[in-house]
């Protein structure tokens, strides 16, 4: 993580290429010890794929990890900047799409729900609440992935960006962090509180799934 010391601002990398518990407890920890107010740029980088775990346990483990950083980026009240940078699956996608301003690389791709893993704790839920039932029900029963572009264009990122993504996101936040009081309040305001009774049943609801899938 690194910090400001003149503006509420930290920037958080997620960099690897599995999102497995460890990496998803580091997240978490990191982001409960960044001031809630501060605006957060979350860095995704490169390729995060994600592993359904060897065995029932495994999976509910690694569903409640996904779930406490769904929790954790769901507590602040300042704003969080995603930024990602390559082709993105499961758990990461999550954690994209519980992130207020969502940026995109040219060549970053989505699959929010693969053919080979169960659902990921919570995608159900925040692909519901951003592109409807509906179509939240085609992604995840043809397991499509999504470029950048129709990613923007169905509603689950902000924007495409040409160029240096991270840099983009960086500027962005750094522009939220200062008048952060202001960033606050329009992110209450307009974001609306989150509703923490469904979160937490859905990321409960496909913890159990997730351990049931064979």
């Given at each position: 993580m690194t910090t400001d010391a003149d503006l509420p601002f930290a920037r958080v990398d997620v960099a690897g290429e599995v999102l497995d518990a460890d990496l998803l407890g580091t997240l978490a920890r990191t982001l409960r010890r960044t001031p809630a107010t501060h605006t957060v740029v979350l860095v995704l980088a490169g390729a995060l794929s994600e592993s359904a775990g060897a065995s029932p346990e495994d999976r509910l483990a690694h569903a409640h990890a996904v779930g406490r950083v769904l929790d954790a980026v769901a507590g602040r009240r300042g704003p969080v900047v995603a930024a990602a940078t390559g082709p993105l699956e499961a758990g990461a996608v999550a954690l994209l799409l519980a992130s207020d301003v969502v940026l995109l690389d040219t060549t970053a791709e989505l699959t929010p729900v693969p053919s080979r893993l169960p659902p990921t704790a919570g995608i159900g839920w925040l692909l519901r609440r951003d592109v409807g039932r509906r179509v939240a029900l085609d992604l995840a029963l043809s397991h499509r992935v999504l470029p950048a572009d129709e990613a923007v264009r169905l509603g689950l990122a902000t924007a495409v960006v040409e160029g240096d993504v991270v840099s983009?996101?960086?500027?962005?936040?750094?522009?939220?962090?200062?008048?952060?009081?202001?960033?606050?309040?329009?992110?209450?305001?307009?974001?609306?509180?989150?509703?923490?009774?469904?979160?937490?049943?859905?990321v409960g609801f496909d913890a159990e799934a997730a351990a049931a899938w064979s």
């Open positions: 983009a996101a960086v500027a962005r936040a750094r522009a939220l962090a200062a008048d952060p009081d202001r960033a606050v309040l329009l992110r209450q305001a307009v974001g609306g509180p989150s509703s923490t009774r469904d979160r937490t049943t859905a």
